[in-house]
Nanobody, 124 residues
Framework: QVQLVESGGGLVQAGESLRLSCAASGRTFNPYSMGWFRQAPGKEREFVAAITLRAINLRYADSVKGRFTISRENAKSTVYLQMNSLKPEDTAVYYC?????????????????WGKGTLVTVSS
């Protein structure tokens, strides 16, 4: 079992930055892949970014490339999402995700564990 707890959400203005954190705990405290999805109001949940254990493989959604950076600190079992140049369309609940098996996910079907989410609101 893996528990994921997100933090760092909040209200910012367009153009500003936020950093999300997600700490993993439990029997498998360093999942192979960790990452983020988001769900905007009235929309389906979508992939944002993911990173493997040794940061060999990173994946980003096209909509965030060049603005968001994912990283992880294995000593703390934590993954981060640095979000720069935020736009109102980035407003969503951001969910931390993890999987145990080898491979990096870009779809919900590849995720074994989910956090409860943290709200990011970007005002124009």
């Amino acid at each position: 079992q893996v528990q994921l707890v997100e933090s760092g959400g909040g209200l910012v203005q367009a153009g500003e930055s936020l950093r999300l954190s997600c700490a993993a705990s439990g029997r498998t405290f360093n999942p192979y892949s960790m990452g983020w999805f988001r769900q905007a109001p009235g929309k389906e949940r979508e992939f944002v970014a993911a990173i493997t254990l040794r940061a060999i493989n990173l994946r980003y959604a096209d909509s965030v490339k060049g603005r968001f950076t994912i990283s992880r600190e294995n000593a703390k079992s934590t993954v981060y999402l640095q979000m720069n140049s935020l736009k109102p369309e980035d407003t969503a609940v951001y969910y931390c995700a993890a999987n145990i098996a080898v491979g990096v996910f870009t779809e919900e079907s590849g995720v074994d564990y989910w956090g409860k989410g943290t709200l990011v609101t970007v005002s124009s």
